[in-house]
């Protein structure tokens, strides 16, 4: 049975001219970018031209990217580095409720340092309230951390005009633009923000490799302590192979982007529509038009979805849930709880996250085998058969 | 994904589901808010459970654990039946992932709470509204305690940084 792959957020397919790119320099190159050899050469040109390419994704002057391990290093670098680099002006941080992991337990940290966190609410689709932010600010104020786009439900924030009030307070403003970036155009001088969090394996290049935009003269003190790689921002040997992944992903992604993005939201609407129209009491997640165009997210009424997904796999689709019993905590998602759901109807959501592979046939097989296995779960549920008993 | 074949099987195809008619016995535990909700109807002759059907809202492993709870206890006796216990719903799946042992604890729980509420039903006792119901912590609620210096300490902290110990995977949580 060939699979239905609709969970692009947890990891996508190299794009065929990465792994051309990637395996290139396996077998040409092999050097330390940091020394002034033949040998190292060749990789510190492979690492400029990466430098180059993520910087034309973002509309970043290239000395203003960072390479490092991923969007978890990108976030903990801007939160943590920010919060070391201010500490003589101030211990407050401004953040929303609806952010991922690698903010909350960086925050977690920063919080038995004594450092002070404000975490604003998000209205009923995720929208967290620019006036609200800047009511928050304080005299020590330092740093407002809020996502471009929810990896979750895809909500897109009105990042440029939170930016907008941290610059007119002159405080630093990072966004975790990880589920965001490759996918959406994203322009950090439109954006306004000092400092950008985004990932290769969002955009068909490999896991394991990321960057953060840093806007010259943000005060910010590195992560990864030391030699005097990536411009004193990141020591460590960089990771090669990867960051020409990377590069080669983000150019792919600025120039075929025009040609995704109307695909993705097609595909979406027909999901979304198809859905709402065959299953009864379900609930769309996130806001309807500022939405990531590929990310859908469902709740279904009285199942729970581990077993949702255990049995759309047996029909060969492979999708996420934010059910607590898949979340290895054991915890409802923080970011459905925010807007509002309750934790039963969180227990049933479903994320859908679709790539350029994806066809209409591929959906359209989802709106043929869900309905039934809804139904299948149903059936089987205790609070099922008592809502409907009246 | 770490389920065995075993588990596999009864969650694609789970035995016993439903409801019974006019049941002699409920039980009923677990709640949506905490992941998993299971009922468990039994129909007693003799001493004996002739038919056992059960209604789960849970994961793949809470299915499983339903589905096989009432295989191992139809036929037996309701004194065999009160020595089934979870480990055992566990063992007969082949072992369960570390972090869904706690569903296989409905399983036997819900079973024995049926048990008890036939024997209630036939010793004439009326049944309180929430007989059975096992207490359940609140997930999202607040408080999560180190097991070992009993201080509250961050969710999902590696480890208690006021004894230094690590922490396991759940904690406790106020009730």
Same mark, same amino acid.
């Given at each position: 049975m060939a699979l239905i792959y609709l969970d692009h957020l947890a990891a996508t397919p190299l794009h065929p001219k990465v792994k051309e790119a990637m395996i290139h320099h396996i077998k040409t190159v092999y050097g330390n970018p940091s020394t002034d050899t033949q040998v190292g050469q060749p990789a510190a040109r492979a690492l400029d031209q990466a430098r180059t390419q993520v910087a034309a994704l973002i509309n970043a002057d290239p000395t203003e990217v960072v390479f490092n391990s991923g969007g978890s290093e990108s976030i903990n670098h801007a939160v943590k580095g920010v919060a070391i680099g201010l500490r003589q002006k101030g211990n407050h941080i401004i953040t929303?409720?609806?952010?991922?992991?690698?903010?909350?337990?960086?925050?977690?940290?920063?919080?038995?340092?004594?450092?002070?966190?404000?975490?604003?609410?998000?209205?009923?689709?995720?929208?967290?309230?620019?006036?609200?932010?800047?009511? %928050?600010? #304080?005299?020590?104020? /330092?740093? !407002?951390?809020? *996502?471009?786009?929810?990896? @979750?439900?895809?909500?897109? +924030?009105?990042?440029?005009?939170?930016?907008?009030?941290?610059?007119?307070?002159?405080?630093?403003?990072?966004?975790?633009a990880v589920a965001a970036t490759g996918v959406i155009p994203v322009d950090v001088q439109k954006l306004g923000v000092n400092l950008l969090s985004l990932a290769a394996n969002q955009f068909y290049g490999p896991p394991g490799v990321g960057a953060l935009y840093i806007r010259k003269g943000t005060a910010?003190?590195?992560?990864?302590?030391?030699?005097?790689?990536?411009?004193?921002?990141? %020591?460590? #040997?960089?990771?090669? /192979?990867? !960051?020409?992944? *990377?590069?080669?992903?983000? @150019?792919?992604?600025?120039? +075929?982007?025009?040609?995704?993005?109307p695909r993705l939201q097609a595909l979406k609407d027909r999901l979304s529509q198809g859905l709402q129209q065959t299953i009864p009491e379900i609930k769309v997640n996130g806001h309807r038009t500022q939405c990531l165009p590929h990310l859908f997210s469902v709740s279904v009424e009285y199942i729970e979805g581990e077993s949702l997904t255990l049995m759309l796999e047996e029909e060969g689709i492979i999708v996420a849930t934010r059910s607590a019993c898949a979340s290895g905590s054991l915890r409802a998602s923080h970011v459905l709880i925010a807007t509002g759901l309750g934790h039963a109807l969180a227990q049933g959501t479903l994320v859908f996250t679709l790539g350029m592979d994806n066809t209409e046939a591929d959906i359209d097989k989802v709106l043929k085998v869900m309905p039934r296995i809804v139904q299948t779960l149903r059936d089987m549920s205790p609070i099922y058969k008592k809502e409907h008993a009246g | 994904m770490a389920y065995s074949p075993t588990v596999m099987d009864h969650f694609k195809n789970p035995r016993n589901v439903g409801e019974i008619l006019q049941?002699?016995?409920?039980?009923?535990?677990?709640?949506?808010?905490?992941?998993?909700?299971?009922?468990?109807?039994?129909?007693?002759?003799?001493?004996?459970?002739?038919?056992?059907?059960f209604k789960t809202f849970g994961c793949g492993a809470a299915i499983a654990v339903s589905s096989m709870i009432t295989e191992m206890a139809k036929g037996k006796t309701l004194e065999e039946a009160m020595k089934i216990s979870n480990a055992d719903v566990a063992e007969a799946l082949g072992g369960l992932p570390p972090n869904k042992l706690h569903c296989s604890n409905l399983g036997a729980d819900a079973l024995h709470s049926a048990i008890k509420d036939y024997l209630d039903r036939k010793a004439?006792?009326?049944?309180?509204?929430?007989?059975?119901?096992?207490?359940?912590?609140?997930?999202?609620?607040?408080?999560?305690?180190?097991?070992?210096?009993?201080?509250?300490?961050?969710?999902?902290?590696?480890?208690?940084?006021?004894?230094?110990?690590?922490?396991?995977?759940?904690?406790e949580h106020e009730h």
């Open positions: 929303s409720n609806i952010e991922h992991k690698a903010v909350l337990n960086s925050l977690r940290t920063l919080r038995l340092l004594d450092y002070r966190i404000t975490s604003l609410d998000v209205d009923q689709y995720g929208l967290v309230d620019p006036a609200a932010v800047e009511k %928050a600010i #304080t005299p020590e104020t /330092i740093l !407002i951390t809020v *996502m471009l786009a929810n990896n @979750e439900i895809g909500t897109i +924030e009105p990042i440029a005009d939170i930016a907008q009030i941290a610059q007119k307070h002159k405080v630093v403003m990072h966004t975790d910010i003190w590195p992560l990864i302590d030391g030699g005097l790689q990536e411009n004193k921002r990141r %020591a460590g #040997t960089e990771n090669l /192979i990867g !960051i020409v992944g *990377m590069g080669m992903a983000a @150019e792919m992604a600025r120039l +075929e982007m025009p040609e995704r993005l | 049941p002699d016995g409920v039980g009923e535990v677990g709640n949506p808010v905490c992941g998993d909700m299971m009922s468990v109807y039994i129909k007693v002759e003799n001493d004996r459970l002739a038919d056992v059907k004439g006792k009326v049944p309180a509204p929430d007989l059975g119901k096992e207490p359940h912590h609140k997930p999202g609620g607040k408080g999560c305690y180190c097991p070992y210096c009993q201080k509250e300490v961050e969710e999902e902290a590696p480890l208690c940084i006021f004894c230094g110990k690590e922490l396991p995977h759940e904690l």
